[in-house]
């Protein structure tokens, strides 16, 4: 009898000791509260890196699947350059590619948009950037944007352009 009386006693302090260890661990752990600026802010970093890193082949866009297909744009150029290149010649085709990339980021109901050179050339949004009471901007790089032709040879051009995602908020 003694020894069932100490197993019993033994398996409520194990018991003890385990609750009391995990109420101890819940209560103390500390959690790190995301504000709406540093979500907008990892919204922006991702959309640049997808637009700087991803090259044009990498895709699996439909759309950008036919350009290339199609031999209308460079194959292993990112797409950040390519709408750059697009924004050159046919600025239509910059903003549709544009918004191919941004689109599947679920970004409906958020306030972003892409400027190459302070021309805005794709923003999902809304609400007016100019009615903004905070805005945070990434920017980014590019270089060797479109050709020249120099004594009838086609020659990449020297420039860099400055590259900006927007994200505000109302």
């Not at 021309?119 to 020249?148: Q, Y």
Request: contains cysteine.
């Amino acid at each position: 009898m003694k020894r069932a009386y100490f197993f019993v006693i033994d398996a409520l302090i194990a018991l003890l000791i385990i609750v009391s260890v995990i109420a101890f661990s819940t209560t103390t752990r500390t959690r790190k509260e995301v504000s709406y600026n540093e979500l907008f802010i990892f919204l922006a970093k991702d959309s640049l890196n997808v637009l700087t890193e991803l090259k044009t082949f990498e895709t699996n866009n439909s759309y950008i699947q036919g350009l290339v297909q199609s031999n209308n744009i460079t194959k292993n150029i990112s797409l950040i350059r390519q709408i750059s290149l697009f924004l050159e010649t046919n600025k239509s085709k910059a903003k549709r590619l544009c918004e191919e990339m941004l689109k599947p980021l679920n970004i409906t109901g958020k306030n972003i948009g892409l400027w190459i050179n302070d021309e805005l050339v794709c923003s999902f949004n809304k609400t007016s950037i100019d009615k903004a009471k905070t805005i945070i901007p990434l920017k980014s790089f590019v270089s060797g944007t479109g050709n020249e032709t120099i004594h009838n040879v086609n020659v990449p051009k020297l420039e860099t352009k400055i590259v900006e995602i927007r994200v505000w908020l109302e």
